[in-house]
């Protein structure tokens, strides 16, 4: 199974601050990536799609990178809604996984 | 608008099976794939099978034999049924659709807490 260290498991960081989370595949996985925001008691959403794609309605503060195998999701002008647990996932090979999650934390 | 509904009950006793429905609306299941995925303790997210648009399906190893999914297309409903279920099993349990074009997952249900206990 592909596996997908993702760090840091959690941080905490303040309003208008830059942010970046990162996944590092254990193989090589092309920009099969996507990256996933879940609020507290919610369920997660889709945010970026094939490394760098932002979903329809996400706001362009948030971006995604790859550099080899490591995949970044960055979060610009950080606001209190950008608070919560942040998931990355490879769908290039089954099954299908996901790393450990970044729980992010406004201060 | 596209919705997916989790529904089961949500607590299980050790050794029994667990039976789970996804009710979707707004797209049909034969255009799109829909997954099962469950959470431990509100953070990592494990990916369990998935019901192919064709009817196929697709199961996580990790899961070994216990794990079905199957689906009632007439009532949009896709089904999961786990057996000989452990207290490791307590979680929040989703399911998502497939992307448009790649394994992504772009709608989530609200997802069901089930709880594996005596």
């Known amino acids: 199974d592909i596996q997908m260290t993702q760090s840091p498991s959690s941080m905490s960081a303040s309003l208008g601050d830059t942010v970046t989370i990162t996944c590092l595949a254990s193989?090589?996985?092309?920009?099969?990536l996507s990256w996933y925001q879940q609020k507290p008691g919610k369920s997660p959403k889709l945010m970026i799609y094939?490394?760098?794609n932002l979903e329809d309605g996400v706001p362009s503060r948030f971006s995604g990178s790859r550099s080899g195998s490591d995949y970044s999701l960055t979060i610009n002008s950080l606001g209190y809604d950008d608070e919560g647990i942040y998931h990355c996932h490879q769908y290039y090979e089954y099954p299908l996984t996901f790393g450990s999650g970044t729980k992010l934390e406004i201060k | 608008q596209v919705q997916l509904k989790e529904s089961g009950p949500g607590l299980v006793q050790p050794s029994q099976t667990l039976s789970l429905t996804c009710t979707v609306s707004?797209?049909?299941?034969?255009?799109?794939?829909v997954h099962w995925v469950r959470q431990h303790s509100g953070k990592s997210l494990e990916w369990m099978g998935r019901m192919w648009s064709d009817g196929d399906t697709s199961y996580n190893s990790a899961f070994t034999s216990r794990l079905s999914i199957s689906r009632d297309t007439s009532k949009s409903q896709v089904f999961l049924k786990m057996n000989s279920l452990q207290t490791e099993d307590t979680g929040t349990y989703y399911c998502?659709?497939?992307?448009?074009?790649?394994?992504?997952?772009?709608?989530w249900g609200q997802g069901v807490m089930v709880t594996v206990s005596s």
């Open positions: 707004g797209f049909s299941l034969t255009s799109y794939s």
């Open positions: 094939g490394a760098t």
């Open positions: 998502a659709r497939n992307g448009n074009w790649e394994d992504y997952f772009d709608y």
């Open positions: 193989q090589d996985i092309g920009n099969y």
